[in-house]
């Protein structure tokens, strides 16, 4: 039985035809009152039937004819074996924000409150005409750090004690350092 | 028998706590505990379909495995249009159909590409084992029927019976699977399914002793018993013994 054609019973349905019908493929309506009049026709629908509920009757108990235990092996297989997925720049950026939403809506507050805060409190524009307080540092290093001294010559024949003199004179500051085996420094 | 990864401890329950889109956006975010579950409910259903077309165990379990791990590192791809089993199962049949191109010796010559108009001499049968194939699949001789007229089918046919007796397709769905008209699988189909007919009815003609027992509960005819008139009265006797 093929497709119709002129010399057959207009009415007659191809196989084909019939198939689409059995899978759905055809409003069921087109072919019922065929159907119902063709019983060789009807047969070959149920037998579409048949040869379906076979193939998937007999791939699921072949499925469950598996154990368990190689389920369970394969998964630990595919346990050992998953990697992070591969999302990209925006889903990575989403998945992370969604983890740490309450964290990063806390230190967005926070920020925002300090900004704020560093607002208002910030010191005014400093008038030309004065000098800005918050200019003035006052430098609380020792007198003899202030200013790099220069070494013009260091002598050490084997000392163990040091003299540092530090020397304003008309050329400037000096520091002189005295190193000396003398246990008395005071003795210089 | 409702073990888990089948179609009816899914489908027809509807009453998994969490639902799929649920687990697989968990999954996204690296929850393996929600991807295990997804693979505790689908793995059976995967491997039927593995099966049906690789046609051999463990390389069915290798190519569920790989579809899984597959699944898995390409999940951020999953948009959801879709159910997740029917994104899996698309995974499944083209790691499926990969396997068989890797491991096949002979390229198979594909009649039907050429003939997409079934063969007027080959007909549909009406019906084949009576109405109560479920009982017949009781039978280990039927069953091995079927896996050898599967194992018999050529990979394209195989494959277009599976996707659609197994995951009920649509010709434009399996179309776009396989990468060819409507047309060719319709033409596949018919063929197949016609195959499986012949196969079956060629054990009813030829009954082993034990079959005729288990069918009829009576001894086995005798050998040069007049065969049946045609196809109606065949089937017509089938399903009499069934009963």
């Not at chain 1, 992370?96 to 900004?115: L, N, P, Q």
């Not at chain 2, 009406?126 to 089918?153: F, T, V």
Request: aromatic content about 6%; some cysteine; charged content about 30%.
């Amino acid at each position: 039985m093929s497709r119709p054609t002129s010399d057959r019973d207009p009415g007659a349905r191809s196989d084909l035809e019939l198939m689409e019908h059995a899978d759905g493929e055809r409003d069921a309506a087109e072919l019922a009152a065929h159907l119902d009049r063709d019983p060789q026709a009807r047969a070959k629908v149920d037998a579409i039937h048949q040869i379906g509920e076979l193939v998937r009757a007999h791939l699921e108990l072949s499925a469950d004819r598996v154990h368990d235990a190689s389920f369970a092996a394969m998964w630990r297989r595919i346990d050992g074996q998953l990697v992070a997925p591969t999302t990209g720049v925006w889903a990575r950026v989403s998945a992370w924000f969604d983890r740490y939403r309450s964290h990063v809506i806390t230190g967005a507050v926070s920020a925002g409150a300090v900004a704020a805060l560093a607002l208002i409190f910030r010191p005014g524009t400093p008038d030309p005409g004065f000098p800005a307080v918050g200019s003035h540092v006052i430098d609380v290093r020792p007198a003899a750090l202030r200013a790099t001294p220069e070494i013009d010559a260091l002598d050490t024949p084997g000392g163990s004690s040091t003299v540092v003199i530090n020397m304003d004179d008309e050329d400037g500051h000096a520091a002189v350092i005295w190193v000396t085996d003398d246990t008395d420094p005071e003795a210089i | 028998m409702n073990k888990p990864g089948q179609r009816a401890s899914i489908s027809t329950h509807g009453r998994d706590p969490v639902d799929d889109r649920e687990l697989v956006v968990a999954a996204q975010r690296g929850d393996r505990d929600a991807f295990k579950t997804l693979f505790e409910r689908y793995h059976r259903r995967a491997y039927a379909l593995a099966f049906g077309v690789v046609r051999h165990q463990d390389d069915a379990l290798d190519v569920v495995q790989d579809a899984f791990i597959k699944a898995h590192k390409y999940l951020d791809k999953f948009e959801g249009n879709a159910s997740f089993f029917t994104w899996l199962y698309r995974i499944v049949m083209n790691l499926a159909i990969d396997h068989l191109r890797k491991h096949r010796k002979v390229k198979p010559v594909e009649l039907d590409e050429a003939h997409l108009e079934p063969d007027a001499d080959e007909p549909l049968l009406p019906r084949i084992l009576g109405g109560n194939p479920g009982q017949a699949l009781m039978d280990k001789e039927i069953r091995s029927r079927i896996d050898q007229a599967l194992d018999e089918l050529s990979e394209n046919h195989r494959s277009v019976l599976v996707m659609r007796e197994l995951e009920g397709l649509s010709y434009e769905d399996m179309a776009q699977a396989m990468s060819c008209s409507k047309g060719t699988i319709m033409s596949r189909l018919f063929h197949a399914r016609r195959n499986m007919q012949k196969r079956l009815l060629d054990l009813l003609d030829h009954p082993s002793a034990e079959l005729v027992e288990e069918l009829t509960g009576s001894a086995a005819p005798a050998p040069d018993a007049d065969p049946p008139a045609d196809d109606t009265a065949r089937s017509t006797r089938a399903a009499r013994s069934h009963r």
